[in-house]
């Protein structure tokens, strides 16, 4: 053996040093393609088999609207039109966008002159469907945007939430992006922030990313790209902990195909299901919505593709769960075809 490994030294050291390097890359793409077969084959056999069929609706999904619902845009016909839709679906909650925050963390009132208005026309047209206000901005480090490690932003993200429960929504949505995993200031925001929903016994929802895939991936897109892409499982749990509801940004993937994108989905929503609080609502995003680029492609990040992947998921690890549902993302660009998809493959409340 030594003789072996003593005669290869000496054939490695005779090479050019382009040829070592050659064999070297050689190698490093031979185990990338290897890693990336065996992620493929992973993700297409989580979105094998089929969903039970009470895998469905528990009447707690949810949809996030745009702005123009609360900027004037919007009519009484609209409203209408907005019953007739989610007439008979498990749509519980609208995230309505009321905001976005300033940088420091207030919120202009003139951004949204119609919210009580949307509001009030909402519990009259459909009765029992909760109308949260959607308030995001982007966040430091990333960007130079909103600070929460900044005490005095955090105190006006707190006094705005109180601003727009004034308004009579029945609840706050936090879309804050992009979070990176282990903030210390984002949770201290849930912290200030439950305390005035709590006292208001409304819920405190919010927007999260995807959860690592391989562990500790969070880090790896930090150290390449500067990115917060995913938070770590562990950093999902202690979110999860300090709010009503989640909701799952499971969408913009970069998966290229329906088969993948709908297994890296379900594999998303057992990572979620395993550390989400039982009294917490768990929603899984579906990507009602048409994009084509390097991180979303639109052939694959169907709303067919994410129902059959939750499906699944659920089937799987929590089928008795009640306090779980799907969010459509968005209702501006969601197709019939969209909402038909939801209707079929998720269906309306027992």
């Given amino acids: 053996m030594r003789a072996f490994f003593g005669a290869a030294g000496a054939r490695w050291r005779r090479w050019s040093r382009w040829r070592r390097a050659g064999v070297v890359a050689g190698l490093v793409v031979s185990l990338l393609l290897t890693a990336v077969a065996g992620l493929a084959l992973a993700l297409r056999l989580e979105y094998a088999g089929e969903p039970a069929a009470d895998a469905r609706t528990r009447g707690r999904d949810a949809v996030w609207l745009g702005h123009a619902w609360v900027d004037g845009r919007k009519t009484d016909a609209d409203?209408?039109?907005?019953?007739?839709?989610?007439a008979g679906t498990g749509i519980k909650d609208l995230f309505v966008h009321t905001g976005?925050?300033?940088h420091d963390g207030s919120l202009p009132g003139d951004l949204h002159p119609r919210a009580r208005w949307f509001v009030d026309a909402v519990h009259r047209?459909?009765?029992?469907?909760?109308?949260?206000?959607?308030?995001?901005?982007?966040?430091?480090?990333?960007?130079?945007?909103?600070n929460m490690d900044d005490p005095a932003t955090r105190a006006r993200i707190t006094d705005a939430a109180t601003q727009v429960l004034d308004l009579g929504f029945d609840g706050v949505h936090l879309d804050l992006e992009p979070v990176r995993s282990g903030s210390a200031g984002f949770l201290a925001v849930l912290a200030q922030v439950?305390?005035?929903t709590g006292a208001r016994a409304v819920p405190l929802s919010v927007s999260a990313p995807q959860i690592d895939p391989l562990p500790g991936?969070?880090?790896l897109g930090i150290a390449l790209r500067d990115h917060g892409k995913w938070w770590s499982q562990a950093y999902f749990a202690e979110v999860a902990r300090?709010?009503?509801?989640?909701?799952?940004?499971?969408?913009?993937?970069?998966?290229p195909w329906q088969s993948l994108y709908g297994g890296y989905v379900a594999q998303q929503t057992s990572l979620a299901l395993a550390v989400t609080p039982a009294t917490v609502d768990l929603l899984m995003g579906a990507p009602a919505f048409w994009s084509d680029d390097i991180a979303h492609h639109g052939a694959a990040e169907t709303v067919p593709a994410a129902l059959r992947g939750i499906r699944l998921a659920l089937s799987r690890d929590d089928p008795a769960?009640?306090?779980?549902g799907v969010a459509l993302y968005v209702d501006f660009a969601a197709t019939p075809q969209d909402w038909a998809a939801y209707r079929r493959d998720w269906g309306t409340p027992r």
């Fill in 194 to 196: 439950r305390a005035v």
């Fill in 217 to 219: 991936l969070h880090n």
């Fill in 242 to 255: 300090r709010v009503d509801q989640v909701a799952l940004m499971s969408y913009d993937t970069a998966m």
């Fill in 79 to 86: 409203i209408a039109g907005l019953v007739t839709l989610l």
């Fill in 321 to 324: 769960r009640q306090t779980f």
């Fill in 125 to 146: 047209g459909l009765p029992g469907i909760r109308v949260q206000s959607w308030l995001g901005q982007l966040v430091a480090p990333e960007f130079d945007a909103l």
């Fill in 100 to 102: 976005p925050f300033e």
